[in-house]
């Protein structure tokens, strides 16, 4: 999230020159609100993120936009930048990536700046890179920090290895996993419950709302062979990238939708399963899991069965029963709470 404290120091930033003789495109990187950056004025600007709401955002401001770099490498579009702009996200791993994408893309002598805020770790951030290069000029306001670094002819080699760190790797549950995604170190508590409740249960039609790296799918999958089709929808690609290793079948079709905005034409559903989002960045956004139940309801077939684990803080279960009356508590724990419910 780009708060006003965030606005007020790219404020501070550009009044102390950080953004001054900036001729060629500039790369941001992890901003998560590309607003933030109209205030800069700032012309030929390439926002990359994996977020679909993200790149729609910067779309709509006018910006050019990048969700793949592996694949953007090869096609050329950051052969001219001169200046990077990287924002820390709460991810350590996809900061650092994010940095050495910055160092490793941005033309020799050319200008990064690194800011944010001493929540999502800005502190950390700025510890490592200054350990390596100098900065040129560190401003600490608004609970933050901006950075302005050059970059070196010649790159520090724990660059390279903070680039593979963000690449897709195996976390300690044995899955692939992107930097910055949920539950990305290991199998969430609330997901594994879920699986216990519909393993073998499961045929048909299936759809995983919000697969994320594809936990959920991947033990559907495995456990339930009546499935005939199984679709994973995710508004961050680089989640949904890994959930094409981790569910590799030819059962399986993958699609980058954000659910709040991108209208899902499928029907007929027998089966929806889901671990709904309930924050956008740090702020919980209880919308949105109620967007997730509609779209549920929406897409199932008269007979066809929810399976959802939520929360027990949220209230949700006034939703559902008005949504899915005919429904069953399948579990509760002291965090959790699986519900099992047939659209009628
Ligand atoms: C709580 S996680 C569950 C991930 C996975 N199903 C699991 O159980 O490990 C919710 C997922 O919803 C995705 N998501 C958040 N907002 C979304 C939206 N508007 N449209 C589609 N997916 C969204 C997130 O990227 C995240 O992967």
């Known amino acids: 999230m780009v708060t006003i404290l965030g606005i007020k120091r790219l404020l501070e930033a550009k009044r102390n020159g950080f953004f001054s003789n900036i001729s060629r495109r500039i790369l941001v990187l992890g901003c998560p609100q590309p607003e933030a950056l109209k205030i800069l ?16 955002k910067a779309q709509e401001l006018n910006f050019q936009t990048l969700v793949d770099f592996e694949r953007c490498n090869k096609i050329g579009v950051l052969r001219s930048i ?13 900061t650092l990536f994010n940095i050495a994408l910055a160092f490793l893309i941005t033309k020799k002598t050319g200008k990064i700046i690194l800011t944010g805020e001493k929540k999502d770790g800005i502190e950390y951030a700025m510890k490592k890179l200054s350990a390596m290069i100098e900065p040129v000029s560190v401003i600490s306001k608004s609970h933050g920090k901006i950075g302005l670094f050059q970059r070196p002819r ?13 690449e897709l790797q195996k976390n300690a549950s ?17 997901s594994r419950l879920l699986v216990s409740h519909y393993s ?35 508004s961050n690609l680089s989640a949904l990238n890994s959930a094409r ?9 993958f699609f980058w939708l954000d659910l709040k905005t991108d209208v899902l034409t499928l029907k007929n559903l027998d089966h929806v399963i889901m671990n709904p989002p309930f924050h ?3 702020k919980v956004d209880f919308g949105l899991g109620l967007t997730f139940l509609g779209t549920a309801k929406k897409i199932l077939r008269k007979g066809g069965i929810l399976w959802m684990v939520f929360n027990r803080e949220l209230p949700y279960e006034k939703s559902i029963v008005s ?22």
């Open 41 to 56: 004025k700032l012309n030929d600007v390439l926002v990359c993120h994996p977020e679909k709401s993200v790149i729609q």
């Open 82 to 94: 001169r200046t990077t702009i990287v924002w820390v996200t709460k991810s350590r791993r996809e």
């Open 154 to 166: 010649y790159l520090p080699k724990a660059l390279r290895s903070w680039k593979k760190k963000g």
């Open 174 to 190: 044995g899955f692939f996993s992107a930097p910055g995604t949920f539950s990305e170190t290991s199998i969430d508590k609330g």
């Open 200 to 234: 073998g249960k499961l045929h048909g039609n299936v759809i995983d709302l919000g697969a994320g790296w594809g936990y959920l799918s991947s033990e559907a999958i495995k456990n339930s062979p009546s499935i005939r089709l199984l679709t994973l929808i995710d």
């Open 245 to 253: 290793l981790n569910v590799a079948s030819s059962k399986t079709r």
């Open 280 to 282: 956008i960045g740090r």
């Open 323 to 344: 949504l899915f009356p005919n429904y069953d508590l399948l579990n509760e724990t002291k965090n959790y709470k699986v519900i099992r419910a047939k659209k009628t």
